[in-house]
């Protein structure tokens, strides 16, 4: 059903859930990453480049919604589903509001989980093909200065930039090239000059 192996992170302190959800998605040829802690989806999220991800709204660390906001922030066009056990139409208003492009009830039923995970994907698709995929000239400069060894905060201080716009524009270049690393990462800007 899905050749491309896209990867979906998930977030939420229950396990039973998250192996529910792994199970669920894995069967559709989805790659996961589960989380129980927002500190190290933070990290994880700063590494890998992520299709989608899927918050839990009731959590002990911090609120669902919190937790969508702050990773707007740094993250603006991640596309973002939300689940609750406890939903109701003003906490999906609030899910829209704060950025989430779908909003959902436990139990995850299997059929409409996946179609909504679908439609989440292939908004984003649409965006990256209205993007052209082709990097544009601060990316360049910054791709340039990655394969250089260069690190996020030193190419903030050479462009007078903030570490976290660094950050977001690396996140575009790699899902622009395809890389899950910066080992891909720099293999595709060799590539590019060379072809």
Not at 122 to 128: D, E, G, T, V
Request: hydrophobic residues 45%; proline residues 3%.
């Amino acid at each position: 059903m899905n050749e491309a192996k896209e990867r979906i992170f998930v977030i939420d302190d229950e396990p039973e859930v998250l192996k529910s959800i792994e199970a669920t998605l894995c069967s559709f040829g989805y790659e996961i990453d589960c989380f129980d802690d927002p500190q190290q989806l933070f990290e994880m999220l700063k590494e890998r480049v992520c299709d989608l991800l899927i918050v839990d709204v009731n959590m002990p660390q911090i609120n669902g919604f919190d937790l969508v906001e702050k990773i707007r922030k740094e993250f603006p066009l991640l596309g973002i589903i939300m689940v609750t056990a406890y939903g109701d139409i003003p906490m999906a208003i609030r899910a829209m509001r704060k950025g989430a492009v779908n909003f959902l009830e436990k139990p995850l039923h299997r059929e409409q989980f996946a179609n909504a995970v679908q439609d989440a994907l292939q908004q984003k698709r649409s965006i990256a093909t209205t993007d052209g995929g082709t990097l544009t000239a601060v990316q360049e400069k910054i791709l340039d200065m990655i394969v250089d060894g260069k690190s996020n905060k030193q190419i903030a201080v050479i462009m007078h930039r903030s570490v976290r716009t660094i950050e977001w524009h690396r996140n575009n270049i790699m899902r622009k090239l395809n890389a899950n690393n910066v080992v891909d990462l720099i293999k595709a800007a060799v590539g590019a000059v060379q072809s």
